[in-house]
């Protein structure tokens, strides 16, 4: 069984419209360096209405069929939270979409913000049994909170896909995981909702204490020492969260959390979620892309990755950038990916939310905005009708 296993290739999309921060603190009665410093958040993608978890996930996996194609693909794995239907996995319109053949499986996964971190390992384990396989993994979210509450300014839109391959031109997933699982109640959704219901200064103080167990647990099980790796990526719910919880990491280890070390270990891997938002199960690996677009050679450095879906689960683990993966790179389009979304208003933003078809079952037709491969056109009897964008 091959050890050299992880991903080949990873992509991003983020949705239509980008509202600047500083109106919604104007909103919200606040200094706009309360989101911008206390927050770290600057901008934040909104969907657009005809755009939702599938036409993300089409518009990141698409990035990857484009270069790659479909061969081998077994298995698509797609993670949310912001799921679209209780039964049905948003993979299967994916794998649709995608023109996947039928001879796949196609898995929706949940655990919060955790979700990718668990498809990227499944998928490794279907990889190690199968070196000849390769799955796409997928995470996709659409992150609204309660109009006007403290988590408005966090959210966010994106997708990341991955495909997971044996011997990949990226980074191999290293085999030593932490693990940390509590049953708490810092963010939930119960199904009647879109919007989670959310205890935030609990979650940022599990979030911390999730951050100390994973790494014991990482530590016990034999990982690399706190000074072997080249770089650290946490879950972004919004950026400031990941200096936080870095702080947490160098004081367990016994070293000066000074604004320095933290921006030299941090910065590079913000970039993205800074003026996205967050993405829930996608942040993480948006950090991850983040950081090998803003770093220098990489290769061969561990990079720490800690994953935290509330609730909670986290894990502590870490990918290696191996030779040649900054050909694979793509930082420029993803820059470019960021400066296309068209700016909105708050006042446009707010009334897309106080219109937005939520939970109210009956037909619907969604007006055409979203330039990305696939939007939502229509919900009819329930059923959701995606189309290709008109070019
Ligand atoms: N200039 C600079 N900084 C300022 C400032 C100013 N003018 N005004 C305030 N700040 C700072 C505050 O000091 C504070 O910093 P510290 O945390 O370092 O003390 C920061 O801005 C935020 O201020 P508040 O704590 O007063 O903000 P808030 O009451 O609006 O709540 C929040 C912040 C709890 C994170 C809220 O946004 C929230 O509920 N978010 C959603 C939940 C969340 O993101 N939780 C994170 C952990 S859970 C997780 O990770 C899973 C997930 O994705 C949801």
């Not at 993670?79 to 929706?108: C, F, H, M, W």
């Not at 509450?149 to 959210?155: H, K, L, P, V, Y």
């Not at 870490?318 to 979304?341: M, Q």
């Not at 619907?364 to 009708?385: C, H, M, N, P």
Request: charged letters at 20%.
């Amino acid at each position: 069984m091959t050890q050299h296993i992880g991903i080949h290739d990873i992509a991003f999309a983020t949705g239509h419209y980008a509202l600047d921060l500083a109106d919604l603190a104007r909103v919200h009665g606040v200094a706009v360096d309360k989101f911008r410093i206390g927050l770290g958040q600057q901008v934040q993608t909104v969907a657009a209405p005809d755009e939702d978890i599938v036409t993300l996930a089409t518009a990141a996996g698409q990035q990857i069929l484009a270069r790659h194609g479909s061969d081998g693909i077994q298995t698509i794995l797609l993670a949310t939270e912001s799921g679209i239907d209780a039964s049905k996995a948003a993979a299967i319109y994916v794998q649709d979409l995608l023109g996947l053949p039928n001879a796949v499986r196609a898995v929706e996964l949940k655990q919060a913000c955790y979700g990718g971190t668990a498809a990227l390992h499944l998928a490794a384990a279907l990889v190690a049994r199968d070196p000849n396989q390769r799955v796409l993994v997928i995470a996709s979210d659409v992150a609204a909170y309660d109009l006007d509450s403290g988590g408005e300014a966090t959210q966010g839109a994106a997708a990341v896909a991955m495909l997971v391959t044996a011997d990949p031109a990226v980074a191999v997933l290293d085999p030593v995981s932490g693990l940390f699982t509590s049953n708490v109640m810092d963010f939930w959704r119960p199904t009647y909702r879109s919007t989670p219901r959310v205890d935030g200064k609990l979650s940022v103080a599990i979030y911390l204490d999730a951050v100390e167990h994973a790494w014991k647990d990482y530590e016990a099980r034999g990982g690399h020492r706190y000074t072997d790796f080249g770089a650290f990526c946490y879950h972004q719910p919004f950026t400031r969260m990941a200096y936080k919880a870095h702080s947490r990491l160098l004081e367990i280890n016994g070293c000066a959390a000074t604004p320095q070390q933290l921006d030299a270990d941090l910065l590079a891997t913000t970039h993205y979620n800074r003026m996205i938002g967050n993405s829930y199960t996608a942040s993480l690996y948006l950090g991850l892309m983040s950081l090998l677009d803003h770093t220098d050679d990489l290769t061969g450095k561990p990079v720490a990755m800690l994953s935290y879906g509330s609730g909670c689960v986290a894990e502590f683990f870490s990918v290696t950038p191996v030779s040649g993966y900054r050909e694979h790179l793509r930082a420029e389009a993803n820059r470019a990916a960021l400066a296309d979304r068209r700016p909105i208003s708050y006042d446009r933003y707010r009334a897309l939310r106080e219109s937005a078809q939520t939970g109210a079952g009956g037909d619907v037709e969604f007006d055409a905005v979203t330039t990305s491969g696939f939007r939502l056109s229509a919900v009819t009897d329930d059923k959701r009708i995606y189309q290709p964008v008109a070019r």
